[in-house]
């Protein structure tokens, strides 16, 4: 399984325990529900997006429109469910029939996040058959271009004389954002105020009015942004090659390495057969270049977990998350 610049690789008991969990079985047996496939799609798929339009999933979902329409042969139509941080789109979603019409976006840590510190978040983790990962973002840490912050070092100075009142935005509630920046007031000893937006086309706009001090965001807005944000950080392992210019965190003193997976899922009950078909068209666009191109010089990292791949670094993210949480005392 191919790992990003920003994946922790656990240990093997992680993959022992998951396979003895059955968890394995999340990926596609192409034999079971085979007669619900035959023929499909027969119709358009709607394509939905749980958050507002302008974001990484519009973003990536634009991009994959017109080759996954060549690839099943019909149209693609992608709408919008925001609310809740996704949680709305993904409540919705499994109640929504298993025909494989209807996908939905679906991003890490999001949807492990969300159900373990919601008891109403409306959905469970397990209620998603993620059918695929196509592309993952670091986070990233932006201030306004006019900012008299310049560097990390100003941040957190910043944040240490005034606590409390460094106000940081990002996309959605008990998000890849939201635990990147307790992540960051953790380890560099900071009181820091996350405030949520449904996504991060309106949290760009609360940065750019000054609404917020500073977004923790991902590394596609700030090419999107060019010179109206100053990036002063990155949660990457290293540089990134579309961002050299652009530090990392953990070249300015602080182990933060995370940020977002983006894939579709369907309602747990669809046919494997169906998955199957739809795994086998996200595979072959990511394997157009012009389309892995374009990701990447937009700051997307190109990915390729199947269903199986998928459940398993949901587990590994899960692993990585609670100890973090325990430790800020968000949960038991």
Same mark, same amino acid.
């Given at each position: ?13 992680? +993959?022992?325990?998951?396979?003895? +969990? ?18 499909? !799609? ?9 958050? =507002? ?27 919008? *469910? !925001? @609310?809740?941080? @996704? ?11 298993? =025909? ?8 890490l840590p999001h949807i492990i996040l969300q159900p ?7 959905? *469970? ?24 912050? %310049? ?8 944040? /240490? %004389? ?11 509630? =008990? ?15 900071? /009181? ?12 760009? !706009? ?17 090419? $999107?942004?060019?010179? %109206? ?14 961002? !050299? ?12 390495? =995370? ?8 309602? *747990? ?6 998955? $199957? ?28 977990? @199947? ?7 949901? $587990? ?17």
């Amino acid at each position: 399984m191919r790992r990003t610049v920003f994946a922790r690789t656990m240990a093997p008991i992680l +993959a022992f325990g998951l396979l003895a +969990a059955g968890c394995s079985s999340g990926g596609p047996t192409p034999s079971a529900g085979a007669g619900a496939a035959k023929g499909y !799609p027969k119709k358009s798929i709607k394509y939905v997006l749980p958050f =507002d339009p302008g974001g990484e999933s519009d973003i990536t979902a634009r991009l994959q429109q017109k080759p996954l329409q060549d690839i099943l042969g019909t149209n693609v139509v992608v709408s919008y *469910k !925001p @609310g809740a941080g @996704g949680a709305l789109g993904w409540s919705e979603l499994t109640r929504t029939s298993p =025909d494989g019409y209807t996908i939905m976006g679906s991003n890490l840590p999001h949807i492990i996040l969300q159900p373990l510190l919601r008891a109403n978040a409306g959905y *469970k983790t397990s209620d998603l058959k993620q059918v695929y990962i196509f592309e993952s973002t670091p986070n990233a840490l932006l201030v306004p271009a006019d900012s008299p912050i %310049k560097t990390l070092d100003d941040f957190i100075a910043a944040a /240490k %004389k005034d606590p409390g009142a460094m106000t940081v935005g990002g996309s959605g509630e =008990d998000s890849a954002n939201w635990i990147g920046t307790l992540d960051l007031g953790d380890k560099a000893g900071v /009181k820091l105020t996350y405030t949520p937006f449904t996504g991060t086309g309106t949290a760009i !706009p609360a940065l750019l009015g000054n609404h917020v001090k500073a977004l923790m965001t991902y590394t596609p807005q700030i090419a $999107q942004l060019g010179d %109206k944000v100053r990036a002063i950080a990155v949660a990457a392992d290293k540089r990134m090659t579309s961002l !050299p210019d652009v530090p990392t965190f953990k070249e300015q003193g602080f182990d933060i390495v =995370d940020g977002a997976y983006r894939g579709v899922s369907v309602p *747990k009950a669809t046919p494997d057969a169906i998955v $199957q078909k739809l795994v086998a068209a996200f595979k072959k666009a990511n394997s157009d270049p012009t389309l892995v191109q374009k990701f990447e010089k937009l700051g997307f990292v190109v990915e390729n977990y @199947g269903p199986t791949e998928a459940a398993q670094l949901t $587990q590994e993210r899960e692993a990585v998350y609670g100890p973090l949480l325990k430790k800020l005392k968000i949960i038991k």
